[in-house]
């Protein structure tokens, strides 16, 4: 088994962000492009993890309120 190293964790992070900009099409944008493009995904992905999580409380207190 090969041991784990910096450079190697390094390495593997650079190619998986280098496939996240070649597959979106974020290599052809600019350095302040890329960041507005990724901060609109993150406030995204955190309102839908919010509502999808609101939702799932919502429901189960439903079910469970329902059955008592």
Known sequence: MRKLSFSHIG???RSKIFLY???YGLYMLDWWE???FNTIMILLLCVLCYN?????VESLE???T???
């Not at 999808?52 to 799932?56: D, H, I, K, L, V």
Request: charged share 20%; aromatic share 24%; proline share 0%.
């Open 21 to 23: 900009n070649v597959t």
């Open 34 to 36: 890329r960041y507005l």
């Open 66 to 68: 329902f059955l008592s």
């Open 62 to 64: 439903r079910k469970y």
């Open 11 to 13: 390495t593997w992070i």
């Open 52 to 56: 999808g999580s609101r939702f799932a």
